[in-house]
């Protein structure tokens, strides 16, 4: 060897210790590393161990002590989660960088949005930067490891003093939300400690892992309805715009070991192009790390393909982070699984069969799988993306100024110039809640303090402009702009049959929102103000010799008229129009309590209009109606907790009808409506799903304690029917229609039922429809709108019989071009078919919605139609009685 080598050597160690130095000066009697506990000395076991979790309020306090004792980790609790558990992130970077924290975020907010900075000024934030990457892990509870690997990266971090982790630490901000759904954590390791050693060893949580919305937590992030994602997006779209963001997850037990960026085919257009080459580039060198490491089953650009749903890794791309995730295969929750090689499957995207391909060169060849095993795989990803980012920061930090310049760029030359939110809407207050979603992304938004005329329309003073020409162009055009997913050789098997796309076909919340939004080709001129925070309305108040007259076509009005009922204040309601006064609007009685009035207004944003006429002949008395939900187990219904969510935001309070309350045979002197959220009939009824079997994920009722297989059988199905032929309201959201439909025996089809995807298909779309909103079920409603329609959604016919005259149809489609935005085949079948029928049985009715009037909780545009079948009806015509 060469001598000239080690002063080199010796002085790359001198580097390496003044670095650490500053901390050894904090604190001189403690040798980095030597006080701070493991991981396995703390918790008592290695992270990942088999039949082994840490406990989030014991993660919590690990982290706390991380950061008491170590000066390279700080730990910031953002507020409590929807049950009550802190929220935490962790900051991770050299001691200098820390005490330099918000310096160093400002000049990271300088490279994300560098409209009008000078030149030198942008080169001297790359000259002083550090690369920002944020992390997280534990979004899927189900998906026990990752929340265990962040302990044990944490702790790397802040005990190793070798060369590659004190780059990292220098050069970089290692941002780690160590577990993005506190509450699903702890439910899910309480859930499989109880049952370690019993015969449901492994068997999956019964019901949602988050209250409300269960694994649909990654599909929240563009409009943000839990606090933890509100959490995130203040780390990721406001407070941090990272250079790259990792999500770690986990997928089936059969496949690859581990997924690594990039994503596959198809991708999303319209991002910085810089970030999908640099999604290549972090990938490529994970993927490296991982064979280094002797890790064998790691396969890129297959599986996850690059239009995805608006989750957080799939949204940041439009942000121009290079936005990613790891998917590792999964055990049976902390319990190892044995793969035989004949049972290791490809992907349908990019990976055919289990063999060698240049994006998956190592297979694994199958036997024992650990929880451990992805602990240690996902250290290598989590490092590796640091590593490449710590050894290439200038690079990176001037990629996140050509992204976000380039893409400000393209929206100052390219059409549409901004996208107008006119002042004037149906429902004003929910196109407020669309601008604070937009403001939730970071994105900019202005507002015009007067009237204008622009491209020859005249907009009122209030109206909101979206321009373009800002460097979160990517994720404002499919936000808001028209949307049409791809059909090619990507989405189509070899047999023709489109493959269904990862989530939704369409993102645009416009469209989910009912708000008007105007693209225009050229810059707004007008004067415009910034709108510098979340815009909370206060509302109004015209007391008039009548009362108040509420709008029906404000979903917050329904919220005021339950504040009021909660009151013990008596509504009406309009059903003939009159002077100043609209079908579907509530009227508020003069005697209502003024204090009362003046806090509804300021909670829910809406007038009280003075009504000065006595409108008594027109109207009728509405009363709150007494709700009750289906709730099964099999892992809990989504839909069902979406709309636990959407009930409660809007103040209709619920109960809860498990199994036992389903059958019980008085539910009419219970209930005035039972919701049936989105279910196939096999899963609510208990009797076995078809097409069961095969991998853990399935989901059969014998796979679970006797406790929790669900279903209400026979004896539940009876006692609906009797519930709904003594007066009762049976809604039913899309698929859960079959239930009345075969179980009743109604006079109406589903005409999809069956159909051949090729030759009927729309996998997520919005989809333009005529409103009846004379009929009370859509009071409120605009008379064309657009309905979300999911694969395995409902449209409805009227079949021939002596009853047609108690079906009103109330939404149907248009006759031709249906598509809004997203993807649909076979218009021609649906045209002029009912998406929404009500349906006189016995006494009551059956309202079915065909398609997502409620969906995530994200469709404003079409809620009312859930609200109104939520409230008193009108008596039902005489010709009904023994019908
Ligand atoms: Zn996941």
């Known amino acids: 060897m060469k001598p000239n080598r080690l002063p080199l050597r010796l002085a790359l160690v001198m580097l390496a210790l003044s670095v650490a130095l500053p901390g050894l000066a904090l604190r001189p009697t403690v040798a980095l590393g030597q006080q701070i506990p493991s991981p396995e000395s703390f918790f008592g076991f290695e992270m990942g161990a088999d039949r082994k979790l840490a406990r989030w309020d014991k993660l919590v306090e690990y982290y706390n002590l991380l950061d008491s004792e170590s000066p390279r980790l700080q730990v910031v609790n953002m507020g409590p989660s ?27 907010a300088t490279l994300s949005d560098p409209r009008g900075v000078a030149e030198a000024e942008i080169q001297q934030a790359i000259d002083q930067g550090k690369a920002v990457v944020v992390q997280s892990f534990g979004l899927h509870s189900s998906e026990v490891a990752a929340s265990q690997t962040a302990a044990e990266v944490a702790y790397d971090m802040v005990t190793r003093e070798d060369e590659e982790m004190l780059r990292i630490l220098d050069n970089t901000i290692a941002i780690m ?20 050693g019993t015969e449901y060893e492994g068997v999956g949580l019964p019901w949602l892992y988050h209250h409300y919305i269960g694994h649909d937590n990654n599909r929240d992030a563009f409009m943000q309805n839990t606090i933890e994602s509100v959490y995130g997006a203040k780390i990721i779209f406001q407070d941090w715009i990272p250079q790259a963001y990792i999500d770690h997850h986990q997928m089936g037990a059969y496949g690859a070991r581990l997924y690594v960026p990039p994503y596959a085919e198809p991708i999303r257009p319209e991002a910085d192009p810089l970030t999908w080459r640099e999604m290549a580039w972090y990938g490529a060198h994970i993927a490296y790390k991982e064979e280094e490491a002797g890790k064998s089953g790691v396969v890129n650009a ?24 790891t998917e590792s295969a999964s055990a049976r929750l902390a319990t190892p699984l044995f793969l035989h090689p004949d049972q290791l499957q490809g992907s349908r995207r990019g990976m055919p069969e289990y063999e060698e391909q240049t994006t998956f060169p190592n297979p694994w060849p199958g036997g024992w799988w650990r929880v451990r095993d992805i602990v240690e795989q996902q250290k290598i990803a989590v490092i590796a993306a640091l590593d490449i980012a710590a050894r290439n920061r200038k690079t990176v930090l001037r990629n996140a100024y050509l992204k976000a310049s380039r893409q400000t760029e393209r929206g100052a030359k390219g059409k549409p110039a901004a996208f107008v939110v006119p002042a004037a809407q149906h429902d004003p207050l929910t196109a407020q809640k669309m601008i604070n979603t937009l403001l939730g992304q970071g994105i900019e938004v202005q507002q015009a303090p007067e009237a204008f005329t622009h491209e020859g329309r005249v907009y009122d003073a209030g109206t909101f402009v979206v321009s373009m020409a800002q460097p979160k ?10 949307t049409f997913y791809p059909d090619n050789s990507y989405t189509r098997d070899r047999d023709g049959n489109p493959i269904r796309p990862y989530d939704m076909s369409t993102d645009n919340i416009a469209e989910y929102m009912g708000v008007r939004v105007d693209p225009v ?24 010799q009548h009362g108040y007259v509420l709008d029906g076509r404000l979903n917050d009005s329904f919220k005021a008229v339950n504040l009021l009922w909660d009151g013990k204040v008596a509504v009406r309601r309009v059903d003939q129009p009159s002077a100043g ?43 709150r109606a007494r709700i009750g939900m289906y709730q099964r187990y099999l892992g809990g219904n989504m839909d069902e907790g979406w709309t636990r969510l959407l009930l409660e935001n809007f103040g209709f309070p619920y109960t809860t009808l498990k199994d ?38 399935s989901r059969r009722p014998e796979d679970y304690p006797p406790e929790y297989r669900s279903g209400f059988g026979k004896e539940g199905v009876e006692a609906l029917k009797a519930f709904v032929e003594n007066g ?11 239930l009345p439909i075969e179980k009743f025996e109604l006079p109406i089809r589903n005409v999809v039922a069956g159909v051949p995807s090729k030759e009927f298909w729309s996998p997520g779309s919005t989809l333009r429809v005529h409103i009846d909103n004379t009929n009370p079920l859509a009071y409120g409603m605009p008379s064309e709108g657009l309905a979300m329609f999911l694969g395995g959604n409902h449209v409805y016919q009227v079949l021939p019989s002596d009853r047609n005259h108690r079906i009103e149809r109330i939404v149907t489609f248009v006759d031709r071009d249906l598509l809004q935005s997203g993807w649909l085949l076979g218009e021609a079948l649906i045209a002029e078919k009912a998406a929404m029928v009500s349906v006189g049985h016995g006494q009551g009715r059956v309202v079915l919605i065909g398609f997502r009037a409620q969906h995530r909780v994200q469709t404003h545009g079409t809620f009312k139609l859930v609200f109104n079948a939520l409230l008193s009806s009108p008596a039902l015509a005489p010709t009904t009685s023994g019908q």
């Open 728 to 738: 009762g309201t049976l809604v039913t959201f899309a698929e859960a229609g079959a």
């Open 177 to 196: 939300i160590p577990c993005f759904n506190p509450d699903g954590e702890i439910m899910v390791t309480d859930w499989y400690n109880q049952n370690v």
């Open 660 to 697: 036992a309350e389903i059958k019980a045979d008085d539910l009419h002197e219970n209930y005035d409506v039972i919701i049936l959220p989105a279910d196939n009939v096999a899963r609510m009824t208990g009797e076995r799903p078809e097409g069961s079997g095969g991998g853990f994920r």
């Open 82 to 108: 929807t049950l009550g558990n802190p929220f935490l992130v962790l900051f991770i970077s050299s001691p200098e960088n820390l005490a330099n924290l918000e310096a160093l975020r400002q000049i990271n």
């Open 473 to 482: 162009r990517g994720v404002i055009r499919w936000l808001l702009g028209r």
């Open 302 to 325: 297959a599986v996850y393909s690059g239009w995805g749903h608006f989750g957080f890794h799939w949204i940041t791309p439009f942000h121009n982070i290079a936005g990613m995730l």
């Open 521 to 544: 080709d050229t810059a707004v001129e007008t004067a415009l103000a910034k709108v510098t925070q979340k815009i909370d309305p206060a509302g109004s108040i015209a007391k008039g």
């Open 581 to 623: 006064l609209r079908a579907g609007d509530f009227i508020v009685s003069a005697s209502a309590s003024e204090a009362l009035v003046a806090e509804i207004a300021q909670e829910t944003g809406v007038g009280f209009q003075a009504l000065d006429t006595d409108a008594s002949a027109g109207s009728r008395p509405v009363t």
